[in-house]
T-cell receptor, first 115, second 110 residues
Framework: GAGVSQSPSNKVTEKGKDVELRCDPI?????LYWYRQSLGQGLEFLIY????????KSGLPSDRFSAERTGGSVSTLTIQRTQQEDSAVYLC?????????????FGPGTRLTVT | GENVEQHPSTLSVQEGDSAVIKCTYS??????FPWYKQELGKRPQLIID?????GEKKDQRIAVTLNKTAKHFSLHITETQPEDSAVYFC?????????FGTGTSLTVIP
């Protein structure tokens, strides 16, 4: 079946502009995650949605970052007033829930470059 | 909260040799431990996982072991091949939240 998809694949924006990144999870997956990965670095957790529960926003680095998930499916990550340090690959992942554990599948990422 | 440590950060092995990557975690409530392989410019791909009710799992050349008492788990790759070269991430999960290690860059030398 179709995997997690993200759009755009690449985004170049000027400092100070707002950007929106989209994630389409695997159909039926109840959990959705956003991560940030700078070049050569590990995975930095940003936000986690689980069903209809309030999202875990503990990883968002500043109030310029926000995310929403509509209808329990598609999610949008918004970065306002972008800064050069926001340049990174933004990865989305989704999970079904199997028993007490969650298997996580990643999308291809959006490479954001802030000039 | 959970803290996952991963070692080594870089690893070079000769083709055909084995590679071992180790992770430790701090929260005894963590119950799911996946391993991801990330090739350059690609997304992380789940390669093997283990749940807390199992001590070892094997899939062809890769295996994962879990020691719940000591709170550590390891990835073992046997008969390494050049295509195994990548960055490997471990993670510990509880209630749907994931905590990742910092990654191991594995290079297999032909």
């Amino acid at each position: 079946g179709a995997g997690v998809s993200q759009s755009p694949s690449n985004k170049v924006t000027e400092k100070g502009k707002d950007v929106e990144l989209r994630c389409d999870p695997i159909s039926g997956h109840t959990a959705l995650y956003w991560y940030r990965q700078s070049l050569g670095q590990g995975l930095e957790f940003l936000i986690y949605f689980q069903g209809n529960s309030a999202p875990d926003k503990s990883g968002l680095p500043s109030d310029r970052f926000s995310a929403e998930r509509t209808g329990g499916s598609v999610s949008t990550l918004t970065i306002q007033r972008t800064q050069q340090e926001d340049s990174a690959v933004y990865l989305c992942a989704s999970s079904p829930k199997r028993g007490a554990t969650y298997e996580q599948y990643f999308g291809p990422g959006t490479r954001l470059t802030v000039t | 909260g959970e803290n996952v440590e991963q070692h080594p950060s870089t690893l070079s092995v000769q083709e055909g040799d084995s590679a071992v990557i180790k992770c430790t975690y701090s929260d005894s409530a963590s119950n799911y431990f996946p391993w991801y392989k990330q090739e350059l410019g690609k997304r992380p791909q789940l390669i093997i996982d283990i749940r807390s009710n199992v001590g070892e799992k094997k899939d062809q050349r890769i295996a994962v072991t879990l020691n719940k008492t000591a709170k550590h788990f390891s990835l073992h790759i046997t008969e390494t091949q050049p295509e195994d070269s990548a960055v490997y991430f471990c993670a510990a999960s509880n209630l749907g939240q994931f905590y990742f290690g910092t990654g191991t860059s594995l290079t297999v030398i032909p």
